[in-house]
């Protein structure tokens, strides 16, 4: 059975390829269109998963999309018509939007794939999540949690989830219905914080750091969480009808102050004191941050003791966009409520499409699906020769010119490039580079599924120079000061670095929070937030060969087998799709060096 | 006159003078039409073996992701809010099926949008009275003058004549016509849809409002029946 998993129209659209219950691909579109979380239907994404499995579209049994458009579409005018007669601005826009595209999807699929329209089925939005958070994890049974902004009608949902006879049973065991939403609540502040929602919430949670949450009492008034694990939103406090540049109230603002321009720069460094003494405003938002985070994690851990009590089950699966959050995450962990806590690699809705297909090949009774998924399911880096060949005629003479980055000129003979057939000299070479303080692009094999970096499309660096971090941010990645950066380290390093009890899958893809103890405090500088934690990827060698023996080798060279991992990109840009994307932002910014394949590049200065 | 340079010349000033958010939008449109065409560029290198072409088009990806990121920087630096990124409708201009005649077709669609972008951006120039506005479209401009004139000689290689080339710029302006006028048509027919909803809306309102604010508020419990028998909908779909 070839099940091709579909999610669209909201952000981070995706395609995933399902083939007797093997994963074969999983990627955003936003790697191949290169527009961030790029919403629209994911046509290129489509055609590499097809071309990577090798099948034709009319081969396949069926196309599963990640929501129910109609019953979406159900909310958005109930939503709108609630304030009728003063409400046409939003009824006229999410009616045009569901004329225009929303009620078209199996439509347009069908076309675009050329199916018959009945393979198209739709996957209610929240068991897309439970199927691929259940479904990807190495447990025959678990309670399942999704929380995310709002799905359909449903904006947090659990799951009693087991294997029988080969297949899954995912049984919702309790909802929370639209409005009362942890993950809209989340991105309202974080809209309010100055911070473009859907892309931002990373740095409130980075921003919780600095401030204390002084602001808690309100937030609980906002966001009640009862004595049974349940959240519910106040009424009064926001506006989700969308008709708003900001989605709260003026009772709000009232309450907590005006909200913060999104140009106002913040003074607070990871790496230090602040540039500046911080501003009364300042630390409002930063307290204001701490005090989202905090209610935001109450939440989550309260759902997960009622997630426990109502399915009896000692293992969680999490899925959702507010299962980003690694903060909250650690504390789910921390707290013990469950054995372990499984987080696939991409949980938010670009792992949709994944769900949706694993949900449909089970109840179509497929084969039984993966017990466990590695994320390097992307597009591989493309043809080292071709690249070879480009090098020749490209004029890095002319790239300062179009650089944003204060990139200096470069002479033609500056750009120098050799193929490294031999892996061992592959790593050789960057762990040279690296010591001498250089920051190296790392494009090697298939790109990672979802938003972290996991040693496929990586920028890396020594993981205790200050200085080189400060220029990754100011120079190659323009990236605020106060977001950390995150380690990648083998398991014995994470021994002797992290205060962590055994290695839960949660730590092996950034999802986690974790404090560092004394000696990884300067081993690990570079990494580290303010608050001593740090986002480790903790790297086997079964899964990232190439990237565990670098990290080897880094033991050898500086004493420490651990890099500083950030995601291969520009600020605003998506991560690196292919080769071609990784010379193009080796051409624009200050990057030292970039591995494509057994292709090194270098910048001599 | 182009009216649409008239257009251009005496109405846009103004509007933006007195509207800065439609100022703001419309610079975030150069900026997505940019980085659109420099993302069109960079499809278009895997449709070419030919390593000059290829380092010709790795260049020219380099200059429109530039300007993208210039109109993007200067409506941010003015603007109150974020400014939202548009995401243009995915032309379809490169189809797999056939990459000779399509690169020679996507050459030319490149070329004639360069001559139109070159020709409004100078008269945008000339007629936007911040300096800093000005001097943007000034470089972009000066950018795409030159490359209008290099998709020129691109062009003329790839189809080996010059009546060749003029044939396929010609129904490379024939497409840019069609599309304008599909999207003028777009614009046109948002009015009957708009009363259209207008009626559908005070209808729905009347006859509906009470019971969507009762699904509104529906509970938990009812809430997650619906949710099962959603999913057992789906499930007997499969079978």
Redesign the interface.
């Known amino acids: 059975m070839k099940v091709l998993g579909v999610s669209a129209n909201y952000h981070d659209a995706s395609a995933a390829l399902v083939v007797d219950g093997q994963v074969v691909f999983s990627a955003a579109e936003e790697r191949f269109?290169?527009?961030?979380h790029?919403?629209?239907l994911p046509?290129?994404a489509v055609?590499a998963c097809l071309a990577q499995g090798g099948i034709a579209a009319d081969e396949l049994s069926?196309v599963a999309y990640h929501e129910?458009p109609p019953?979406k579409l159900?909310r958005a005018?109930?939503?709108s018509?609630?304030r009728?007669?003063l409400s046409?601005g939003t009824?006229?826009r999410s009616?045009?939007e569901a004329?225009t595209s929303g009620l078209w999807v199996k439509a347009d699929l069908a076309q675009a794939l050329g199916v018959p329209p009945s393979k198209v089925?739709?996957?209610?939005h929240?068991?897309s999540h439970a199927a691929h958070a259940f479904l990807t994890s190495p447990f025959d049974d678990a309670a399942v949690m999704t929380i995310d902004a709002v799905g359909?009608?449903?904006c947090s949902?659990i799951f009693d989830a087991s294997h029988v006879d080969g297949r899954a049973r995912?049984?919702?065991?309790?909802?929370?219905?639209?409005p009362h939403s942890v993950g809209l609540f989340y991105s309202a502040f974080t809209s309010y914080l100055?911070f473009?929602v859907n892309d931002g919430e990373c740095s409130t949670m980075a921003l919780a750091a600095f401030g204390e949450p002084r602001f808690v009492g309100t937030l609980r008034e906002i966001l009640a969480i009862d004595a049974d694990g349940?959240h519910t939103l106040a009424d009064g406090w926001f506006d989700f009808r969308g008709d708003k540049?900001?989605p709260v109230t003026d009772r709000l603002i009232e309450a907590l102050g005006p909200p913060r321009?999104?140009?106002a720069a913040l003074p607070w460094r990871c790496d230090g004191p602040p540039a500046q003494p911080p501003s009364d405003d300042d630390q409002r938002f930063a307290d204001l941050a701490a005090s989202v985070q905090r209610v935001c994690e109450d939440a989550v851990l309260a759902y997960a003791r009622r997630a426990r009590q109502l399915t009896g089950r000692s293992r969680l699966c999490y899925a959702g966009g507010v299962a980003l959050n690694c903060v909250a995450n650690q504390r789910l962990l921390d707290a013990g409520v469950f054995d372990t806590v499984y987080v696939p690699p991409d949980p938010g809705d670009g792992g949709g499409a994944m769900g949706a297909a694993l949900l449909?090949h089970d109840?179509?009774g497929g084969s039984p699906p993966p017990r466990r998924i590695h994320p390097f399911l992307g597009a591989g880096q493309g043809d080292a020769d071709?690249l070879q060949?480009?090098l020749?005629?490209?004029?890095p003479e002319?790239?300062h010119?179009?650089?944003?980055h204060g990139l200096a000129r470069l002479e033609p003979d500056q750009v120098t490039f050799e193929l490294l057939d031999d892996p061992a000299e592959r790593v050789a070479v960057v762990i040279a580079a690296l010591d001498q303080d250089h920051v190296v692009g790392w494009c090697q094999g298939r790109f990672e599924n979802g938003p972290r970096a996991l040693g496929a499309r990586s920028l890396l660096a020594r993981p205790d120079r200050l200085a080189v971090a400060e220029r990754l941010s100011t120079r190659i990645k323009r990236r605020a000061a106060f977001r950390p950066y995150a380690p990648s380290l083998t398991e014995a390093e994470a021994r002797r670095c992290l205060v962590l009890d055994g290695v839960p899958d949660t730590a092996r893809w950034m999802q986690l929070a974790v404090p560092v103890t004394d000696e990884g405090r300067t081993r690990l500088s570079a990494t580290l937030h303010v608050d001593g934690t740090t986002r480790p990827q903790i790297v086997r060698p079964d899964e990232a060969p190439l990237f565990h023996s670098l990290l080897v080798a880094a033991g050898l060279a500086w004493g420490t087998e651990a890099v500083l991992n950030t995601s291969f990109n520009e600020s605003?840009s998506p991560m690196v799709g292919g080769g071609?994307?990784a010379?193009?932002a080796f051409?624009?910014t200050d990057l030292d060096a970039v591995l494509i394949g057994p292709l090194w590049v270098r910048k001599q200065r | 006159m182009n009216p649409r340079h008239w257009v251009i010349r005496h109405l846009t000033p103004r509007v933006w003078r007195l509207w800065p958010a439609r100022r703001q939008a419309a610079l975030m449109e150069f900026s997505a039409i940019e980085r659109d065409s420099g993302q069109q560029l960079r499809q278009c290198m895997d449709l070419t073996q030919d390593p000059a072409l290829r380092g010709y088009l790795f260049q020219h990806v380099l200059e429109e992701t530039f300007h993208g990121e210039l109109f993007e920087d200067l409506a941010r630096s003015t603007a109150d809010k974020h400014p939202i990124r548009h995401v243009l409708p995915r032309e379809e201009l490169i189809a797999p099926d056939s990459p000779s005649d399509d690169i020679r077709a996507f050459f030319s669609t490149v070329h004639v949008g360069e001559a139109a972008v070159n020709a409004d951006f100078r008269v945008y120039a000339q007629a936007v009275a911040d300096p800093a506005t000005r001097g943007i479209f000034r470089v972009a401009g000066e950018d795409e003058a030159r490359h209008e004139a290099d998709t020129d000689r691109v062009l003329l290689q790839l189809c080996g004549t010059p009546a060749s080339a003029r044939s396929e710029a010609r129904l490379a302006w024939r497409r840019r016509w069609w599309t304008l006028y599909v999207d003028a048509m777009h614009r046109v027919g948002l009015v009957p849809l708009t009363l259209l909803l207008g009626g559908t809306y005070l209808l729905l309102g009347w006859l509906a409002v009470p019971a969507l604010r009762r699904r509104l508020r529906l509970g938990a419990d009812a809430q997650l029946t619906l949710l099962q028998d959603q999913l057992d909908d789906f499930s007997s779909e499969l079978q």
């Open positions: 269109s290169r527009v961030k790029d919403p629209t046509l290129a055609r069926f129910d019953t159900s005018l109930a939503t018509l609630a009728w007669p046409f009824f006229w009616a045009k004329i089925v739709y996957a209610p929240h068991a359909e009608w449903t949902a995912l049984a919702p065991v309790d909802v929370s219905p639209f100055g473009a349940r540049d900001l321009h999104f140009r449909v109840r179509a071709e060949v480009l020749d005629h490209l004029e002319r790239w010119r179009f650089s944003r605003g071609v994307d010379l193009l051409a624009r």
